[in-house]
């Protein structure tokens, strides 16, 4: 397996509750992007983390928020949950460098929003 | 526009047939291409890369036209566990951008 691993695997909530979920990379990928997946969809880019900083963000807004450590983990915390934030929460994390190309995707976390 | 579109499918063939499909992208900037493979409710895997030359894994054949902006991708000997969804993906710089995936569905 690609040795990223997620947690939750599921999770519930209701709307306008907040959650954190977190990624677990491999040693030595500093790299780390958070993609949403819903239903029917392809995974949508959230934003990246390149050694502890904000290198890139999609089309999300800022109740969308992550955070990377040291340690090669990483959170993705997303506040005021609606009701479309249900979806497939997807990490992926990269080999040194800014190269992303080889990305190693985690099994995901399923977040429903009620 | 879409970053990435892909045919929806699904495509629902036979075990043994031969299916194809494709995808384009409007980033003329993007720089590598890919095509993952997703099972239901699982992670994307990486399938392959795809190369301006074209290039095989095994039964999979990868074809790429910069001109056209265009991606295609042929399964040969279709088996059942070939049933899959097939991501189109292209990393325009920072990023990989994903389309919304082409279902296959390899019957007995």
């Known amino acids: 397996e690609t040795g990223v691993t997620q947690s939750p695997t599921h999770l519930i909530k209701t709307r306008g509750q907040q959650v954190t979920l977190r990624c677990s990379s491999q040693s030595g990928h500093n790299t780390v992007s958070w993609y949403q997946q819903a239903l029917g969809q392809g995974p949508q880019f959230i934003f990246q983390y390149y050694r502890e900083e904000e290198n890139g963000r999609g089309n999300f807004p800022p109740r969308f928020s992550g955070l990377q450590f040291p340690n090669y983990s990483s959170e993705l915390n997303v506040n005021a949950l609606e009701l479309d934030d249900s979806a497939l929460y997807l990490c992926a994390s990269s080999l040194p460098g800014t190269n992303i190309d080889t990305q190693y995707f985690g099994p995901g976390t399923r977040l429903t929003v009620l | ?108």
């Open chain 2, 1 to 108: 526009r879409k970053e990435v579109e892909q045919d929806p499918g699904p495509f629902n063939v036979p075990e043994g047939a031969t299916v194809a499909f494709n995808c384009t992208y409007s980033n003329s900037a993007s720089q590598s291409f890919f095509w993952y493979r997703q099972d239901c409710r699982k992670e994307p895997k990486l399938l392959m890369s795809v190369y301006s030359s074209g290039n095989e894994d095994g039964r999979f054949t990868a074809q790429l036209n910069r001109a056209s902006q265009y991606i295609s991708l042929l399964i040969r000997d279709s088996k059942l566990s070939d049933s899959a969804t097939y991501l189109c993906v292209v990393n325009p710089g920072y990023k990989l951008s994903f389309g919304a995936g082409t279902t296959v569905t390899v019957r007995a």
